[in-house]
């Protein structure tokens, strides 16, 4: 081996080494990129399949109390034309009785129990929930007016049970 190329041999290796090691890390760079790629697929994948099963969902809850306001529709036209009951009526009559009129309920509950049957209603049962909570703000509206007046009362006499009332002791009325 000739003198120069003696005296550049560690340079080389070094050089294949840190070669070597810039490879190791660009492939594990890709490989890591690779996998955060394929990560944000699979998230956006089952975002979008997440979504899809809320579409349907809410989709077979709307069929339902369409289908469920229907059939209360045609219950309720039965009833004021003295006509009768289709047969799949009387099957949900739940034995409720034999007259048309006690078959029949109100509209805002059969759509309702439509919904539940079919295994879905959370939606609308939470819109039950909010509309449940408006009509308790007047009994909330009127437990906070007793505390409240309590409060203000305690405002007003405040300078009295303190003791600032000499202003009032010294005047002639």
């Known amino acids: 081996m000739s003198a120069p190329r003696k005296r550049a041999a560690p340079q080389i290796k070094a050089a294949k080494v840190d070669d070597a090691e810039a490879r190791r890390a660009a ?3 890709d490989k890591q990129q690779r996998k955060r790629e394929t990560d944000l697929r699979k998230e956006a994948l089952a975002r979008t399949k997440k979504r899809e099963r809320k579409a349907a969902q809410v989709a077979r809850a709307q069929q339902a109390f369409d289908a469920a306001e ?8 039965a009833i004021e034309g003295n006509e009768t009951i289709s047969t799949s009526a009387r099957r949900r009559n739940d034995g409720a009785g034999s007259s048309n009129e006690r078959s029949w309920v109100p509209r805002c509950v059969e759509p309702r129990r439509a919904a ?7 939606e609308l049962r939470s819109l039950g929930f909010v509309t449940m909570q408006l009509r308790n703000i007047d009994k909330l509206c009127i437990a906070a007016a007793f505390p409240l007046a309590l409060f203000l009362l305690a405002i007003a006499y405040a300078p009295f049970l303190l003791g600032w ?4 002791d010294s005047h002639p009325l």
């Open 165 to 168: 009332n000499e202003a009032f």
């Open 70 to 77: 229907r059939e209360h529709d045609a219950r309720g036209a």
């Open 116 to 122: 539940t049957e079919a295994g879905i209603g959370t």
């Open 27 to 29: 492939a594990a760079f």
